[in-house]
């Protein structure tokens, strides 16, 4: 085994730890968003390769819909907001994966919190940092427990309640070209013809597919970076407490020290 293979490996138990002690526990999606390699890595860069390819086709499309649909302010205005973050989602991801750097940055991290930064010796300090670690994994689970079920939530209703309504109303088409469906989470212009049922259900399952990973990607980033400030005032939070008890782990080093002479 080459020694860029092992450094590999080190790199993603680390930040399998750090994910861990985050209480993120989708591995496969974060490993997706965060690092594509271990057990997922054809898969993870597959799906990262077609993600990358279906942004490029409803980055296309929106410009083609806000171009032929720019008299109607409520359809441009509904587009151009999914077509901005699409954009964003589309440029952090290739910029995420395709230079590194911000990958290489958020492995770091993790791997910085794998660990106490300082081993205090008090048993006092200690207590303390597991108290404080087991008050951020609740936080971190009270944190999925409410921001999952609010995803399927808004996937749910943009995918499923919007559309029935719409049939329910009875809401006509804003035009006759059949690229369009205004029965459709998001009336973007279609290759297809969206008013078969092949065409809408191809549309139909790419909207659904780019939005489940922009929310997939968007609560691991969002649960990470709440995870490292959690580290960082938890890490402040003991340094304090130390300084708070300076004088009684100097006595508590002082009875090891005599201890240890009386041998």
């Not at 860069?45 to 980055?59: A, E, K, N, R, T």
């Not at 951020?136 to 999925?144: A, H, N």
Request: aromatic residues 20%.
């Amino acid at each position: 085994m080459s020694k860029s293979t092992e450094d590999a490996e080190k790199e993603f138990e680390k930040l399998i730890n750090g994910l861990e002690r985050a209480n993120i526990k989708f591995y496969q999606v974060s490993m997706l968003v965060l690092y594509p390699n271990g057990p997922w890595k054809y898969y993870n860069y597959i799906i990262l390769v077609v993600f990358q390819i279906v942004s490029v086709y409803f980055l296309i499309t929106g410009v083609i819909t806000i171009y032929q649909q720019k008299d109607d302010i409520f359809v441009t205005f509904e587009v151009a907001n999914a077509f901005l973050i699409f954009f964003a989602v589309f440029v952090s991801i290739a910029d995420f994966h395709g230079t590194g750097r911000k990958r290489h940055l958020w492995n770091k991290l993790f791997s910085y919190f794998e660990d106490e930064f300082h081993d205090y010796e008090c048993e006092l300090v200690r207590k303390e940092a597991s108290r404080l670690r087991t008050v951020c994994r609740t936080y971190m689970k009270w944190f999925f427990l409410f921001s999952t079920p609010c995803i399927f939530v808004n996937i749910f209703f943009m995918f499923v309640i919007i559309p029935i309504i719409r049939f329910i109303i009875d809401e006509e088409q804003t035009t006759n070209d059949t690229a369009y469906n205004v029965f459709l989470p998001i009336p973007f212009w279609s290759v297809f013809n969206t008013r078969t049922f092949l065409g809408f259900t191809m549309q139909y399952l790419l909207m659904i597919f780019m939005v489940c990973d922009i929310f997939a990607s968007f609560l691991v980033y969002v649960a990470s970076v709440f995870f490292f400030f959690m580290e960082l005032i938890i890490q402040l939070k003991i340094l304090s407490f130390a300084l708070a008890k300076h004088d009684e782990r100097v006595g508590y080093a002082d009875c090891i020290f005599n201890h240890q002479r009386s041998k």
